[in-house]
């Protein structure tokens, strides 16, 4: 067999909002999972035991942490000892996405592991223990195995569909990051505790249009360049909906036009040269 390839997607928090603080060290949240058509690369080829290699532009920046440690490969050998699988898995990531940038990168590419890998080795794909797993692995995999607009509660790990949710198929999208890293933990620690109310369930661009994003204060208070990427987005021509994604730094721009996003794609590389940018679409 061929090697078989996925896509990480990079995740996008359309709003989120913190509601309480809890006593095992988690927050409650309410929020809007969207995804992007781009993300990381990753593909697996039949082997006889279980390896990861890491490339691309970010790769660098995962060189320290080590292999066995990579939620990729916990997301393997979970899913071989789920179903008893005894083949290996030779697993190939290519890291494109900004590290702790708040667009959900490693869980993306747990999740595009577990999806590759049920391919690879013929388990069914709506398997309750391919999400059982997903949940262990972290809050948000689960969102990132659908990779599809929905709203969720809890840790994040409480999924519900949108209706309409399909009409934002498409929509351009622009993700800038800085180039700061905005590890989640500072940033939820620095969430004030205000409970500023319920995020919408409706039509998911009215509800993100009517929410927020309560990690963004914290967020910009440790890394100030994400008010300025904001600020600069959202002065775009064209620009529907300008906010900070998850718990940072990324930020994203919602577009009624590809030719409004490429624009501003243009300007904001030729204003911020050493910012990472990518013009994308949502799914």
């Known amino acids: 067999m061929s090697a078989i390839a996925d896509i990480g997607h990079a995740k996008i928090n359309l ?54 440690t990579n939620l990729v490969m916990r997301a393997a050998r979970a899913l071989r000892g789920a179903f008893g699988v005894s083949a290996g898995a030779a697993i190939r990531l290519d890291k494109r996405l900004p590290v702790a940038s708040g667009i ?52 994040g790990d409480r999924l519900v569909a949108m209706a309409g949710a399909e009409a934002l198929a498409g929509m351009p999208l622009l993700l800038v990051n800085p180039g700061v890293a905005c590890p989640t933990g500072p940033v939820f620690r620095g969430w004030d505790g205000v409970d500023r109310g319920p995020l919408e369930r409706g039509d998911p661009l009215r509800a993100a249009l009517a929410g927020r994003n309560d990690l963004e204060a914290p967020a910009r208070a440790l ?36 030719v409004d996003r490429d624009a501003a794609a243009g300007r904001l590389m030729a204003a911020r040269p050493g910012w990472w940018c990518l013009a994308t679409a949502l799914i």
């Open 15 to 68: 709003a989120l909002h913190v509601r309480a603080r809890g006593g095992d060290g988690y927050h409650a949240i309410e929020t809007i999972f969207a995804f992007a058509r781009d993300g990381d690369g990753l593909a697996v080829a039949p082997d006889d035991d279980l390896s990861l290699a890491i490339d691309g532009p970010y790769a660098a920046f995962l060189a320290a942490e080590p292999a066995e």
């Open 104 to 155: 959900g990168g490693g869980s993306a590419d747990a999740a595009a592991a577990l999806r590759a890998l049920a391919r690879l080795w013929a388990l069914p794909a709506d398997d309750a223990r391919i999400m059982a797993i997903a949940a262990e692995l972290g809050a948000d995999v689960p969102a990132c195995v659908a990779s599809r607009t929905a709203w969720a509660d809890g840790r």
């Open 223 to 258: 890394v100030p360049e994400i008010g300025e990427a904001i600020g600069l987005i959202a002065g775009m021509p064209g620009v529907v909906l300008a906010r900070m994604s998850g718990s940072g730094a990324t930020c994203f721009a919602l577009f009624a036009e590809a």
